[in-house]
């Protein structure tokens, strides 16, 4: 395994010399763990495998990430499976005599973003229905280990039956499955606004998971995100689902969609019929939870999201993950990425489309549907003002109030909160050291 050989990285924060020195470790502790256990005791030969295989596990999608080419790429997945296969035989076959537990190895599990990476990548990239039915084999079983969403593709893409009646809930897990399942179980002509939707939020989710968007802000700046949404592409190649809304944003793999559904959707996978999927309705989890704004016991910053978010859990509790819980909001910028763009505006002066898109999903969250911003010209900042004055007006006859935050950056800042809780936002915000600004003064032309 080699992975030497890359084009332009596809990471748009990694860095070339850190993804150089990601490999080269790898490589050189793969090499040094098999030379001591050449004459080593069954033992050590056995912690070898087991412990490499693992290391493994995340490698495809580094390359991916570092920009290795799609047939290099298949080439290096295709020799990852040959040394699991044969080290999960080994283990299977040897280990029983040293620990039970070898008996039931199986290395990739779906319960984290690495194994769904390379799950994604095998099932998208894998041309031989045999090798890619060897792959499967590599799958944990093991409830703990595994995840709906992924098994739910592994039978839309194989044919091989993997849903289970119960999975074990996992508040993380769930951030980035629950919203594929949920646009998933949409009638076919509104999932790929709901993806879209996906997409929009993917890098505010993401931050469970290491994203942050400047990389320095990372505990360890080397600790390379080599991560993209392939969950959303394994939806979107599965169902036969539109991308044209979303497959600009920098970490959908769309390279890897277009390439199966050039080399393998009507070769390999011919027998799924259009949009079939997995062939089984979509047990989709419920919509995220909504406080009650008015017997809730939250305070400060908390009190202040639940209040920027309209009560909903899922969004205040993972934005709290990611920012704690400071008494004093010191990044405004950065509070607002984490809250993503569902329920904040945060965008260039110039830009207009993302002021539209994003006041669009503002809408589309709090169930207002059929906010339509002035088309342009002019366009640029006059567009942006005049779209967020409109939302303003449209927001306020549905009980709302739209809000200008002053982040001292030449952004668009805006929030939505309902008529009755402006007055206690306001004193929230002056407590946190959020300035809020009059919309009236902060759109104007």
């Known amino acids: 395994m080699d992975g030497k050989q890359h084009g ?19 490589e050189a502790t793969a090499a040094m763990h098999f030379r001591l256990a050449n004459d080593a005791p069954l033992a050590v030969r056995l912690r070898v495998r087991d412990t490499l295989m693992y290391r493994y596990v995340p490698y495809p999608a580094h390359l991916y990430a570092a920009g290795t080419s799609i047939r290099e790429l298949r080439g290096q997945l295709d020799t990852i499976i040959d040394f699991m296969r044969t ?48 792959f499967t084999a590599l799958i944990a079983l093991d409830p703990c ?33 629950g919203p594929v399942l949920r646009a998933l179980a949409l009638p076919p002509a509104q999932r790929s606004a709901a993806l879209a939707a996906c997409m929009n939020g993917w890098c505010r989710t993401m931050r469970l998971w290491g994203w942050a968007p400047d990389p320095d802000q990372r505990p360890y700046p ?12 394994l939806a979107v190649c599965a169902y036969d689902i539109d ?23 009507r070769t390999r996978d011919a027998w799924r019929l259009e949009g079939a999927g997995a062939g089984v309705p979509i047990d989709a989890p419920p919509p995220p939870a909504r406080a009650d704004l008015g017997t809730s016991t939250r305070v400060g910053l908390a009190r202040w999201l639940e209040l920027v978010c309209d009560g909903d859990d899922e969004a205040v509790e993972g934005t709290l993950d990611v920012v704690g819980t400071p008494t004093k909001v010191k990044e405004l910028d950065a509070l607002l990425e984490a809250i993503g ?10 830009d207009d489309e993302t002021v539209v898109d994003t006041l669009s999903a503002m809408a589309k969250a709090r169930g207002f549907d059929g906010f339509a911003a002035p088309d342009g010209p002019p366009f640029g900042p006059a567009r ?7 939302f303003a007006g449209w927001a306020g006859q549905r009980g709302s109030t739209a809000l200008a935050l002053d982040d001292d950056w030449d952004n668009w800042v805006a929030v939505l909160v309902r008529n009755g809780y402006v007055n206690e936002f306001r004193r929230l915000s002056a407590a946190l050291g959020i300035v809020v600004r009059e919309p009236e003064q902060a759109w104007s032309d």
């Open 243 to 265: 991308d044209a809304g979303f497959r600009d944003h920098p970490y959908y793999p769309a390279d890897l969609v277009d390439h199966y559904r050039a080399n393998l959707r």
């Open 145 to 177: 280990h595994r995840t709906y969403l992924a098994d739910l593709f592994v039978q839309a893409f194989t044919r091989t039956p993997r849903i289970a009646k119960t999975y074990d809930d996992d508040r993380h897990n769930a951030a980035w499955t």
């Open 341 to 350: 763009t569902a329920h904040a505006l945060c965008a260039d002066l110039k």
């Open 384 to 390: 942006c003002t005049a779209a967020l004055r409109a």
């Open 222 to 233: 080397d600790n390379l995100f080599g991560d993209f949404a392939f969950e959303v592409a």
């Open 87 to 134: 080290s999960t035989a080994f283990l299977r076959r040897e280990g029983q005599q040293v620990e039970p537990g070898y008996g039931r190895t199986c290395p990739v599990r779906a319960n984290g973003r690495s194994g769904f990476g390379m799950i994604a990548l095998a099932l998208l990239l894998t041309d031989s229905p045999r090798q890619l039915k060897r």
């Open 8 to 26: 332009p990285r596809r990471d748009p924060q990694g860095s070339d010399g850190a993804y150089a020195t990601y490999f080269a470790n790898l």
